[in-house]
């Protein structure tokens, strides 16, 4: 059964964003970092760049396949995960914790209304 922590919001793309005040940290479910297998490669982009709702903001590279990284809110990247850099497995093993990837300072709040809650995101996923 696939990880999905209760105090967490979810895209139907399996990525995970996790409100603290005016800012979302955000990174891959469980449940993508399974899909996707090993991961060996994750690109991020630079602090100050805009994130816009629904739209990629980085790759995340596996061993069989390459895959988009989209925004579930709309602002301003404050934090990359500088760390995933020098070893990217880490999303595989921890992707709720250290495995994190990018956190925005959100634009827009009201973005958050449209993402799924964790029993959502279970039916989504069909469990």
Do not use: C
Not at 20 to 48: C, K, N, R, S
Request: proline share 6%; hydrophobic share 45%.
């Amino acid at each position: 059964m696939t990880l999905i922590p209760e105090n967490l919001k979810y895209t139907d793309e399996h990525e995970w964003l996790r409100i603290e005040g005016d800012t979302a940290v955000v990174g891959i479910t469980d449940y993508a970092q399974h899909e996707l297998g090993d991961i060996v490669y994750v690109e991020l982009p630079p602090v100050g760049k805009k994130a816009e709702v629904k739209k990629a903001f980085g790759v995340v590279e596996a061993v069989k396949t390459v895959s988009d990284i989209f925004a579930p809110v709309s602002g301003e990247i404050v934090a990359v995960n500088e760390a995933l850099a020098a070893d990217a497995s880490v999303v595989n093993r921890e992707p709720y914790g250290q495995g994190w990837m990018i956190e925005i300072k959100m634009s827009n709040p009201a973005d958050t209304g449209a993402l799924l809650g964790p029993a959502e995101y279970r039916k989504l996923l069909g469990e």
